[in-house]
C-alpha cells in the first residue's frame, strides 16, 4: 500500500502522516514513513539544493532535480519497501512536481505527467490526500513553527514565494485532484489533527485491511 500526502506548504502534511503512522503501526501495520525531496542519500544532497533560497536555479534544472531524486528514492526506497508488504507513507511525490512546476513554473501538466512516469516506472500511489486550507493560514502555521523552533531563518526558495504562487499552487492541486478521482482525495486541512487524523482514515479505510473486531460467539458473521 503506497501513500503520498500533498499540499501547500505549512498545511500539516508532517503532522499527519506522523499521526497516520502511529495509528498504523498501533494496529500492527509495517510502516515506513519518507519524503521527497531528501527520502535517499542521493536525495539528501538534491535537497540541499533545491530548497536553498541563495541557489540560483533555471526552471529546467530544478524540474530534473526533482525527478532524479524521485526516481532514486523510488528504486533505493519506496520500491522494495513496498516489495517486502510494507505500507508506504510519503510526503510529496509526483504530484508536487505536476502542481509546482506545472501549475506553478508553467510546465505542460501532460509532458510532468510522462516524465514523472518514467522516473517513478509506473509506480503512482494507491491513494493521495490532498491537504486543502487558504495559504495566507498554511504559511503562518508553517513560520510559528519555525519561530518555536528557533528555525525563523530557514525560509526556503518555495517558502519565499509571493502568495500569488502559493495560490495558484492550492488551485492546482484542486484542479489536479478533480482530474484523478479515483486516487486522490481533497481534504479540509483547517480541520484540527485529530480531524484531519479522522478524515485520512475515512479517506483511506477501504484500501487497508484493519483487524476486524472478534463475532460474539453465536452471532453470525
Ligand atoms: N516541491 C517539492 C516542488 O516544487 N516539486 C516537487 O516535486 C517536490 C517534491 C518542499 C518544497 O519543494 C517543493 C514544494 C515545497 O515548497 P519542504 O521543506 O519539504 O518543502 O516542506 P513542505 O512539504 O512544504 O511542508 P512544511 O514542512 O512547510 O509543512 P507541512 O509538513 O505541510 O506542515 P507541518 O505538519 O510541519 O505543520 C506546520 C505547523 O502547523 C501545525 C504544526 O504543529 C506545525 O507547527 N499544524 C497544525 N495546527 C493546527 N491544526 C492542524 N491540523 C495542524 N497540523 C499541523
Given amino acids: 500500500m503506497f501513500i503520498t500526502l500533498e499540499g501547500i506548504e505549512g498545511v500539516g502534511k508532517t503532522t499527519l502522516l506522523n499521526n497516520l503512522a502511529e495509528m498504523l503501526r498501533s494496529l500492527n501495520h509495517e510502516v515506513l514513513v519518507t519524503r521527497e525531496p531528501g527520502g535517499c542519500t542521493l536525495g539528501k544532497t538534491l535537497r540541499g539544493l533545491l530548497l536553498d533560497s541563495r541557489a540560483q536555479l533555471s526552471r529546467e534544472t530544478e524540474l530534473f532535480l526533482f525527478l532524479a531524486d524521485r526516481a532514486q528514492h523510488v528504486a533505493e526506497v519506496i520500491r522494495p519497501a513496498l516489495q517486502r508488504g510494507t505500507i508506504v507513507l510519503c ?131
Fill in 91 to 221: 510526503d510529496r511525490y509526483a504530484d508536487s512536481t505536476i502542481v509546482y512546476q506545472g501549475y506553478g513554473r508553467g510546465f505542460d501538466v501532460e509532458t510532468l505527467h510522462y516524465l514523472n512516469d518514467v522516473a517513478i516506472g509506473g509506480l503512482w500511489p494507491d491513494r493521495t490526500l490532498v491537504l486543502d486550507m487558504d495559504p495566507c493560514k498554511a504559511l503562518a502555521r508553517a513560520r510559528k513553527r519555525n519561530t518555536e523552533q528557533g528555525l525563523s531563518d530557514r525560509e526556503g526558495r518555495f517558502e519565499a514565494e509571493t502568495i500569488h504562487f502559493h495560490t495558484s499552487i492550492r488551485e492546482g492541486f484542486l484542479s489536479w485532484a478533480a482530474r484523478n478521482t479515483q486516487r486522490m482525495i481533497v481534504l479540509d486541512a483547517a480541520d484540527t489533527p485529530k480531524g484531519l487524523l479522522d478524515q485520512a482514515l475515512t479517506a483511506i479505510s477501504i484500501q487497508i485491511p484493519f483487524p476486524q473486531p472478534p463475532i460474539p460467539k453465536g452471532e453470525k458473521a
